[in-house]
């Protein structure tokens, strides 16, 4: 039984600046998701960090909401949570797949979530993943995100000109040492 296995757990994450977090929840199986963000709250606020919720009507549109979020907002980062129950055909495996891959995307564009979308076989192992008193993944994905924020703060603000070509103030036109166009 997975439950039984021990496993380290790191250190909380430390912050020396205010951290905001989104967690962005679908609540298609309502009491196990209600356990998951009872897990994330609590380290999330015990970590000293603030949070919003939001709800969405699926795994697929976690993603979505987070890009969107991203965007237009001002979090560090996020947390998503649901549970995929395998059922009698193949959508389960879509859902799986196409959430967590849409996921694993955004964090590589330097997002940082942590992924407490449960994908499990029957309610009976959500129910334990999702329990803050067992395996409490949603207090799990919280740390993840709080982890990947302290390591983004660690390394400093977004570096300017990734790519092959320098950001605009990062260009100086031909001329004196100020910049200063000569004839």
Same mark, same amino acid.
């Given at each position: 039984m997975a439950g039984a296995e021990k496993h380290y757990i790191m250190p909380r994450a430390e912050f020396?600046?205010?951290?905001k977090i989104l967690i962005v929840v679908s609540p298609y199986y309502k009491d196990?998701?209600?356990?998951?963000?009872?897990?994330a709250v609590a380290e999330i606020e015990a970590s000293g960090a603030t949070h919003e919720i939001i709800e969405m009507p699926g795994a697929l549109e976690i993603p979505t909401a987070i890009a969107m979020s991203e965007r237009l907002s001002n979090f560090d980062?996020? *947390? %998503? $949570?649901?549970?995929?129950i395998r059922g009698e055909t193949t959508h389960y495996d879509t859902v799986c797949n196409d959430s967590s891959r849409?996921?694993?995307?955004?964090?590589?564009?330097?997002?940082?979530?942590g992924n407490g979308i449960l994908t499990v076989e029957n309610r009976k192992q959500a129910e334990v993943r999702a329990d803050p008193k067992d395996q409490n993944k949603g207090g799990g994905a919280a740390a993840a995100a709080l982890h990947l *924020? %302290? $390591?983004?703060?660690?390394w400093g603000s977004p570096r300017k000109g990734v790519g092959f070509l320098p950001t605009s103030d990062e260009l100086k036109i031909a001329g004196d040492s100020k910049g200063t166009p000569t004839a």
């Amino acid at each position: 039984m997975a439950g039984a296995e021990k496993h380290y757990i790191m250190p909380r994450a430390e912050f020396d600046r205010p951290v905001k977090i989104l967690i962005v929840v679908s609540p298609y199986y309502k009491d196990i998701a209600d356990n998951m963000v009872a897990g994330a709250v609590a380290e999330i606020e015990a970590s000293g960090a603030t949070h919003e919720i939001i709800e969405m009507p699926g795994a697929l549109e976690i993603p979505t909401a987070i890009a969107m979020s991203e965007r237009l907002s001002n979090f560090d980062g996020y *947390v %998503a $949570l649901g549970c995929v129950i395998r059922g009698e055909t193949t959508h389960y495996d879509t859902v799986c797949n196409d959430s967590s891959r849409a996921i694993q995307l955004l964090g590589l564009q330097g997002l940082c979530i942590g992924n407490g979308i449960l994908t499990v076989e029957n309610r009976k192992q959500a129910e334990v993943r999702a329990d803050p008193k067992d395996q409490n993944k949603g207090g799990g994905a919280a740390a993840a995100a709080l982890h990947l *924020v %302290a $390591l983004s703060r660690k390394w400093g603000s977004p570096r300017k000109g990734v790519g092959f070509l320098p950001t605009s103030d990062e260009l100086k036109i031909a001329g004196d040492s100020k910049g200063t166009p000569t004839a």
